[in-house]
């Protein structure tokens, strides 16, 4: 197992997510406990010490399944993460009485990491409201060792990981992103990742196989990669790709079966990160899979002026081009759910105004109509 050094510590370099543990009768809040104590068991053994869990994963039941199982080893020979769920808004006013919970549901007295969770564009405003008392509670309970290192995760734009940091950035030890070799641009991960390397902050990583959608490659791009390295795996070419990022310390794989903890590990006894040519081919391989599934907006933001509705087409499209490429999810609804309502997709006019300047000549109210198709009502 490859090792991290983080400040005293040496953190496994990757990380046991509880997010899509093994389930039974389809029931995404009864975890199948057998199979995961199969599970945590190889990976302890293997050297995976740190496990990552949250207050709302698996309906609110991975908490008191994984504090159970970790129970059968050493408090110091693992290290814990949760999170406080603020994707939630009613939860803002809870933070004590949410944190104590998940202390007694994990079984333990304390958490050695703790992330404000989800930092988006709906929550960024009540985050950094200090009436919730969220910063405050959290930090005292860093100071008196229930919490030994404060973070935070981020869903939201780069912007709005801005703000946060510009508020908090001095409280904050190490942030999780979601990074993989697609969001390195779709998500703008790679500059998210500058940010925090300027303001020196650890970086975690999250959604490595963007939830399995790079488990697997069409024939002719896994040839492409199979000539650079023959026998290396889809999921294994996305795992070297953030071992060449020098900023990752941690990265956190949400697995579901033995077999995939097993071939993870197998892929994290070395440390090989990609050479040049093979970072280059492996970033053009994500450029053609987006090109297919995507409008190649450039944000020239041209398009803006021209528009009588008033609408961020940009922010709009790349809104769009990450629901149609994940093929629904939460991260668009959940950023056009902090929109004023007639800033929506379902505002546009389709007047043609904005195409007639686009330089991409994409069909932008063709994109907002179909983007309104495969929305809730309540979010187009």
């Known amino acids: ?113 703790y992330m404000f969770h989800n930092v988006c564009e709906l929550n960024i405003a009540e985050y950094l409201n200090e009436a919730h008392g969220i910063h405050k509670y959290l930090t005292a309970q860093r100071d008196a060792g229930r919490i030994r290192h404060l973070g935070f995760s981020a ?15 001095g409280d904050l030890e190490f942030g999780m992103i979601q990074l993989n070799y697609l969001d390195y641009s779709l998500q703008d991960a790679k500059a998210k990742m500058q940010l925090l390397k300027e303001l020196g902050i650890p970086v975690w990583g999250m959604e490595p196989l963007r939830g399995g959608k790079l488990a697997a490659l069409s024939g002719p791009h896994e040839k492409t990669l199979g000539a650079l390295r023959p026998g290396e795996s889809a999921p294994a070419w996305a795992f ?96 056009l759910g902090a929109l004023a309502r007639d800033k929506r997709p379902k505002n546009c006019t389709a007047c043609g105004s904005c195409e007639a300047v686009c330089p991409q000549q994409i069909k932008i109210s063709d994109a907002m109509a179909d983007f309104v198709a495969k929305l809730s009502p309540k979010k187009a």
């Open 1 to 113: 197992m490859i090792y991290k050094s983080f400040k005293d510590l040496s953190l496994s370099a990757l990380g046991f997510g509880t997010m899509r543990l093994p389930i039974l009768d389809g029931d995404l809040g009864k975890i199948d406990g057998e199979q995961t104590e199969k599970m945590i068991a190889y990976a302890m053994e293997s050297g995976i010490n740190y496990y990552d869990t949250a207050y709302g994963y698996h309906n609110g039941n991975s908490e008191a399944v994984t504090g159970r199982l970790l129970k059968n080893y050493p408090r110091e020979s693992f290290y814990l993460a949760d999170k406080f769920p603020g994707y939630d808004l009613s939860n803002m006013d809870k933070v004590e009485e949410i944190f104590e919970t998940q202390l007694e549901r994990c079984g333990v007295d304390y958490f050695d990491f």
């Open 155 to 169: 869903h939201g734009g780069l912007d709005v990981m801005k703000r946060f940091l510009d508020a908090y950035s």
């Open 240 to 335: 070297r790709f953030l071992q060449s990022l020098g900023e990752v310390k941690v990265t956190l794989s949400g697995m579901s079966t033995l077999e995939q903890v097993q071939e993870n590990i197998r892929t994290y006894e070395t440390d090989a990160p990609l050479n040049e040519t093979e970072m280059k081919t492996l970033l053009g391989i994500a450029d053609e899979i987006l090109r297919q599934a995507t409008v190649p907006c450039t944000a020239c933001n041209y398009c803006i002026e021209y528009c009588p509705q008033g609408l961020n087409i940009p922010h709009l499209l790349a809104l769009y081009n990450e629901h149609s490429f994940t093929g629904g999810g939460f991260l668009a609804p959940m950023a």
